[in-house]
Antibody, heavy 122, light 108 residues
Framework: EVQLVQSGAEVKKPGGTVKISCKVSGYRFTDYYMHWVRQAPGEGLVWLGLLDPEEGETFFAEKFQGRITMTADTSADTAYMELSSLTSEDTAFYYC???????????????WGQGTLVTVSS | EIVLTQSPGTLSLSPGERATLSCRASQSLSRSQVAWYQHKPGQAPRLLTYGPSFKATGIPDRFSGSGSGTDFTLTISRLEPEDFAVYYCQHYGSSVNTFGGGTKVEIK
């Protein structure tokens, strides 16, 4: 069974940095891209970016360029997303998500983590 | 980046009715790489359709995706009580993905 288990809720101060982990099981970690998506309170889904765990290559939404990092520890089957220069607008649920063998694109998101709430408040 | 605009923002319908959700892209998508997701409060989003007319595993026949170029549609032929949720379209397959702003399907 495929599972993506994220780290727990975080409270950060404006200007700070948050790092969220996403540990996978049930498939070979390096076979599929890992995407990160967020949802702020009352808002829609926003795609943040993706990481190829095998190559280490990343692509980010233009809005987050310069303050987002995505990495992977392949020995621990874990992906990380780090967001810096936090403001109250970064308060949101953050999800990791990945594809599956049944789908024709690594960008179709079939499996999701449970979400991590990040609250940015002074 | 491609921008996806969904309409309407909210759709108020009764169970048994047909729902038609629209997703318009800011430029033509030559490979029609648009997917639709359903999202309910407290749950992870669920992939419904992609490509744009293929259904993901386990998705009921009442859900269908269609479209080409800049205009894409998700149709729910007869709404069941469990279908009331927020629906998002996604452009995928390029190095940068995007989601539309969402359409909430609520009970009238």
């Amino acid at each position: 069974e495929v599972q993506l288990v994220q780290s727990g809720a975080e409270v950060k101060k404006p200007g700070g940095t948050v790092k969220i982990s996403c540990k996978v099981s049930g498939y070979r970690f390096t076979d599929y891209y890992m995407h990160w998506v967020r949802q702020a309170p009352g808002e829609g889904l926003v795609w943040l970016g993706l990481l190829d765990p095998e190559e280490g290559e990343t692509f980010f939404a233009e809005k987050f360029q310069g303050r987002i990092t995505m990495t992977a520890d392949t020995s621990a089957d874990t992906a990380y997303m780090e967001l810096s220069s936090l403001t109250s607008e970064d308060t949101a649920f953050y999800y990791c998500a990945t594809s599956s063998l049944l789908l024709p694109s690594f960008d179709l998101l079939d499996f999701w983590g449970q979400g991590t709430l990040v609250t940015v408040s002074s | 980046e491609i921008v996806l605009t969904q309409s309407p923002g909210t759709l108020s319908l009764s169970p048994g009715e047909r729902a038609t959700l629209s997703c318009r892209a800011s430029q033509s998508l030559s490979r029609s790489q648009v997917a639709w997701y359903q999202h309910k409060p407290g749950q992870a989003p669920r992939l419904l359709t992609y490509g744009p007319s293929f259904k993901a595993t386990g998705i009921p026949d009442r859900f269908s995706g269609s479209g080409s170029g800049t205009d894409f549609t998700l149709t729910i032929s007869r709404l069941e009580p469990e279908d009331f949720a927020v629906y998002y379209c996604q452009h995928y397959g390029s190095s940068v993905n995007t989601f539309g702003g969402g359409t909430k399907v609520e009970i009238k």
